[in-house]
């Protein structure tokens, strides 16, 4: 079935209401005397989001700010994928899709449609408009819990070819983070013929020479190797035992609050954060599509594969953020990628999308301008 299907974002009122339930018989731990985030969300920044989603949180508005832009569904590989599916009113645009990570969704996007695909109203040049595709990935929140086993990243990647086959696109440019870095570099792999760059916003240093390395290249190196042999509780739970986790974070909105929040917070610049209306829309789609334990499967499926991901066979555009969790060595990314464009952000953390949309914008314009 090839068949693409116009979706509007409409929750029932029911849903809506047994979640707001639920955040009114909320079981609430103890905590240490003098506890900080070094133990975890602390209990009373809990109970301040809690409090904010259960009586200052308009879902709502947020579900009318997502069905602005044009939405449609499609089965691809036996999986229901969601999708933004924005053009340009410029005729010559090129064709993008994006690709958001964990714990994110697409509508993380939402600030940098217009000006992706109609810079003239957003006061930048028309010539660098783009048809924008963000499909939600298979799992997650919109695209729904997946049916089976087996929705890797390359899996993905041919599922993104074929969307874009669908939407009748030949060419076209890629741009992701997070999950979003591999699943745009495997699209490139098997697309090759089709995709004209690769923008990311997040990619660790390949191994190489680091003789005659500086001093913040070698502490990049170093942050690395600690975030690869020490990885963080949520990576190391959802990777082996995603199904265990699922239940708590199914059963309980608080539980799935807590689980992304403290992700959100320690990855993202601590002098800009995320706002809470934004933060909470996203652990909302993930509560109300009850993705929390298909979505951790991909880090499952991806901890079983076999070996690394090949040399970017395009050119590719790197935006480094000061406090993302790793920063890559440029040296080093150029010795095995055709890296064409480079910025190093002066602000902005692992989720650029929601800290610092107009850089993110800015440097996707940058980089294909190279290689429309």
Same mark, same amino acid.
């Given at each position: 079935?090839?068949?693409?299907?116009?979706?509007?974002?409409?929750?029932?009122?029911?849903?809506?209401?047994?979640?707001?339930?639920?955040?009114?018989?909320?079981?609430?731990?103890?905590?240490?005397?003098? +506890?900080?985030?070094?133990?975890?969300?602390?209990?009373?920044?809990?109970?301040?989001?809690?409090?904010? %989603?259960?009586?200052?949180?308009?879902?709502?508005?947020?579900?009318?700010?997502?069905?602005?832009?044009?939405?449609?569904?499609?089965?691809?590989?036996?999986?229901?994928? $969601?999708?933004?599916?924005?053009?340009?009113?410029?005729?010559?645009?090129?064709?993008?899709?994006?690709?958001?990570? %964990?714990?994110?969704?697409?509508?993380?996007?939402?600030?940098?449609?217009? =000006?992706?695909?109609?810079? &003239?109203? $957003?006061?930048?040049?028309?010539?660098?408009?783009?048809?924008?595709?963000?499909?939600?990935?298979?799992?997650?929140?919109? +695209?729904?819990?997946?049916?089976?086993? /087996? %929705?890797?990243?390359?899996?993905?990647?041919? @599922?993104?070819?074929?969307?874009?086959?669908?939407?009748?696109?030949?060419?076209?440019?890629?741009?992701?983070?997070?999950?979003?870095?591999?699943?745009?570099?495997?699209?490139?792999?098997?697309?090759?013929?089709?995709?004209?760059?690769?923008?990311?916003?997040?990619?660790?240093?390949?191994?190489?020479?680091?003789?005659?390395?500086?001093?913040?290249? #070698?502490?990049?190196? @170093?942050?690395?190797?600690?975030?690869?042999?020490?990885? *963080?509780?949520?990576?190391?739970?959802?990777?082996?035992?995603?199904?265990?986790?699922?239940?708590? #974070?199914?059963?309980?909105?608080? /539980?799935?609050?807590?689980?992304?929040?403290? &992700?959100?917070?320690?990855?993202?610049?601590?002098?800009?954060?995320?706002?809470?209306?934004?933060?909470?829309?996203?652990?909302?789609?993930?509560?109300?599509? /009850?993705?929390?334990?298909? +979505?951790?499967?991909?880090? $499952?499926?991806?901890? /079983?594969?076999?070996?690394?991901?090949?040399?970017?066979?395009?050119?590719?555009?790197?935006?480094?953020?000061?406090?993302?969790?790793?920063?890559?060595?440029?040296?080093?990314?150029?010795?095995?990628?055709?890296?064409?464009?480079?910025?190093?952000?002066?602000?902005?953390?692992?989720?650029?999308?929601?800290?610092? =949309?107009?850089?993110?914008? *800015?440097?996707?314009?940058?980089?294909?301008?190279?290689?429309?």
């Amino acid at each position: 079935m090839s068949e693409i299907t116009p979706y509007t974002l409409d929750v029932p009122q029911r849903d809506l209401d047994d979640l707001a339930a639920r955040l009114d018989r909320v079981r609430w731990p103890d905590e240490p005397p003098g +506890s900080g985030w070094e133990r975890g969300v602390p209990r009373a920044r809990m109970k301040e989001l809690v409090d904010h %989603w259960r009586t200052g949180f308009d879902w709502r508005a947020q579900e009318a700010r997502i069905n602005k832009f044009p939405q449609f569904t499609t089965e691809i590989d036996g999986a229901d994928v $969601h999708f933004f599916h924005v053009r340009s009113p410029e005729p010559d645009a090129l064709p993008l899709i994006v690709t958001h990570g %964990w714990p994110s969704a697409s509508a993380d996007f939402l600030d940098m449609l217009g =000006p992706l695909t109609d810079p &003239r109203a $957003h006061g930048g040049d028309p010539a660098d408009a783009f048809h924008v595709v963000v499909p939600s990935l298979p799992g997650f929140t919109l +695209s729904g819990p997946t049916r089976d086993t /087996g %929705w890797n990243v390359a899996r993905i990647a041919r @599922a993104w070819a074929e969307l874009m086959d669908r939407l009748g696109y030949r060419r076209y440019g890629v741009q992701g983070g997070d999950w979003g870095w591999p699943v745009s570099l495997g699209l490139a792999g098997i697309a090759q013929d089709r995709v004209v760059g690769v923008h990311t916003n997040y990619l660790p240093s390949p191994p190489g020479d680091t003789e005659g390395l500086t001093q913040d290249d #070698l502490e990049r190196l @170093a942050r690395q190797k600690e975030y690869v042999s020490a990885p *963080a509780g949520y990576w190391v739970m959802q990777s082996t035992r995603p199904q265990t986790i699922a239940y708590s #974070l199914a059963d309980s909105p608080a /539980g799935q609050l807590a689980w992304i929040a403290d &992700r959100v917070t320690a990855w993202t610049d601590p002098a800009i954060g995320v706002d809470d209306d934004r933060l909470l829309t996203t652990v909302t789609l993930y509560w109300l599509t /009850g993705t929390a334990g298909s +979505s951790s499967r991909l880090h $499952h499926e991806a901890a /079983g594969s076999r070996g690394g991901l090949p040399a970017c066979p395009v050119p590719l555009g790197v935006a480094v953020s000061p406090h993302d969790l790793v920063r890559p060595v440029r040296r080093l990314a150029e010795a095995y990628h055709d890296v064409v464009h480079w910025t190093e952000f002066d602000r902005g953390g692992h989720l650029p999308a929601l800290e610092v =949309p107009e850089l993110l914008t *800015a440097d996707v314009r940058a980089f294909f301008r190279l290689v429309r």
